[in-house]
């Protein structure tokens, strides 16, 4: 690492944040606490600032709660756990509506004697749920005139109009789950809903499927137990369109699951999990016509528990990716995020050493433009005309601090990260490589920009002849165990996938 990665990195972990924390009924009157707190600062220390700002009582023992949006729980910080580095993965627009966001907090909690979280009250999860209630038995709210069945199996004329009149009644009340015997039917709602919370976790404990209210809760919790009685291997299948809610139900299903054998804490192998989202999310998703963050591949998770039920260990494995987009993207689409992540958030001193450009002095993203070429990133934020280069809302600098942030904690090391960075460099350069006939020779081809040769040599360590060979050569088999890539520019881009 070179002298400025050094002091760049000392700098921000010297920044100071401003950590809002909710402590609800422990000090009345009080909404937020806010605290100033660094990268390293940990838990623990945070809490001692809260309880000498909120003037606590320093006999009890108290704790801190992150909720997340795709979780809805409240997951346990251990006192070592550093509650900057956890927020730097919100997304941003969660960052930047701390004050008024549901979603996304901390919270201070009270630990009683016996290990468990004291709650002053219950049904402040069910808050919104239970006024609505109340207000349809007050005759304020019109009651449901259609009889809706959280099992459509029970329907008593089964057909098409009538399951999906009985989806859409489910779904007005915010009923999103709907079983089909034992198969779970999830309608999509675009926003957060609190029904995620501990309150929940406890109620599908160890609970029949069917017996409860339809939620994804009950069916990991029936593979849990059943995996515990059965001493058999279970499996969870999530299918669905693009922007159905796949990788959210992904997500609930690791929350409960490790809910299940911790008991409310989030355990290291959880952390590193879902901190694993934004790495394979950077690398394996992309902008399409119809979802601004669609996956393009397929993900398998496989959580290992020992006879105790306690999580031992997980693997995720990642396949069907669509290898196409690499080189080409259909109208409106784009390439992969990672791509733009690292042309936007770069600093100065990686885009020298990584030969960086705009993305539209690339060939792999720019075949869909027609616009003039942009100056510069900040071109793109005010421009009124929708372009394939960016996305409404979309913070590609803080994604790439994000993404950064979260290989860092999955165990990349600075090394690999820059090896990592210099590949995706080197594929980009790669795709403005062009080729032309030899005089007189149909079967032969010339590069007619040889210029970039020596750029891709040195993104990718290896030396230029060997570039040369692989990109104007057809090699044998018996002949590339000289290289260290393959032999077609094509197989170059998909060899870092």
């Not at 909710?22 to 009157?29: F, L, R, V």
């Not at 006999?59 to 997340?68: N, R």
């Not at 950077?282 to 902008?287: E, I, R, Y």
């Not at 995706?424 to 490589?433: D, R, V």
Request: aromatic share 10%.
């Amino acid at each position: 690492m070179s002298g400025n990665d050094t002091g760049g990195r000392r700098r921000f972990e010297d920044t100071e944040h401003t950590l809002h924390i909710y402590p609800g009924n422990i000090a009345e009157g009080t909404i937020y606490c806010p605290v100033i707190a660094r990268k390293t600062s940990t838990a623990a220390e945070v809490i001692d600032s809260l309880i000498n700002k909120l003037q606590l009582d320093k006999t009890k023992c108290y704790v801190l709660a992150e909720v997340k949006e795709f979780g809805g729980e409240e997951w346990i910080l251990n006192p070592t756990d550093c509650p900057v580095q956890r927020m730097m993965l919100w997304p941003r627009m969660a960052l930047e509506n701390r004050l008024s966001g549901e979603d996304y907090r901390f919270l201070l909690r009270e630990k009683n004697l016996d290990g468990s979280i004291h709650y002053a009250s219950l049904q402040s999860w069910l808050q919104v749920t239970e006024e609505r209630r109340r207000m349809m038995e007050r005759g304020f709210l019109p009651q449901p005139q259609y009889k809706d069945y959280d099992d459509l199996c029970a329907l008593p004329d089964l057909n098409e109009r009538t399951l999906l009149e009985n989806l859409r009644n489910r779904f007005k009340q915010e009923k999103i789950y709907t079983y089909v015997g034992s198969i779970l039917i999830v309608i999509n709602p675009f926003k957060f809903l609190p029904i995620y919370n501990p309150k929940y976790v406890k109620m599908y404990d160890n609970h029949q499927l069917g017996k409860l209210e339809p939620h994804i809760y009950a069916v990991a919790d029936v593979a849990y137990h059943a995996m515990l009685l059965r001493r058999k291997n279970q499996c969870i299948v999530i299918s669905g369109e693009s922007g159905s809610g796949k990788t959210q139900s992904t997500n609930f299903l690791i929350h409960h699951l490790t809910a299940l054998s911790q008991k409310g804490f989030a355990s290291g192998v959880e952390q590193i999990i879902l901190g694993a989202g934004p790495v394979l999310e950077a690398f394996g998703n992309a902008k399409t016509a119809h979802n601004n963050n669609s996956s393009r591949f397929g993900k398998f998770i496989q959580v290992n528990y020992q006879e105790t039920g306690t999580v031992r260990g997980a693997y995720v494995e990642k396949y069907l990716l669509e290898k196409s987009r690499l080189v080409y993207q259909e109208h409106n689409e784009r390439n992969y995020h990672v791509f733009y992540y690292l042309l936007a958030g770069a600093s100065e001193e990686e885009k020298s050493a990584f030969h960086l450009k705009q993305p539209d002095e690339y060939h792999y993203l720019n075949q869909m433009t027609k616009k003039p070429p942009k100056h510069s990133w900040d071109d793109c934020y005010y421009d009124s005309e929708p372009d394939c280069f960016s996305v409404e809302g979309e913070d590609l600098k803080h994604d790439f601090e994000r993404l950064q942030l979260a290989m860092e904690m999955v165990g990349f090391l600075p090394k690999t990260r820059r090896q990592i960075f210099s590949l995706l460099s080197a594929i980009l350069h790669l795709g403005n490589i062009c080729y032309k006939k030899k005089t007189y020779r149909d079967d032969s081809i010339d590069i007619c920009n040889p210029e970039v040769l020596p750029i891709v040599s040195e993104l990718l360590e290896i030396l230029g002849v060997f570039v040369v060979r692989a990109s104007s050569f057809k090699a044998r088999d018996d002949c590339l165990f000289c290289f260290k890539v393959s032999h077609r520019p094509k197989t170059l881009c998909l060899c870092a996938f």
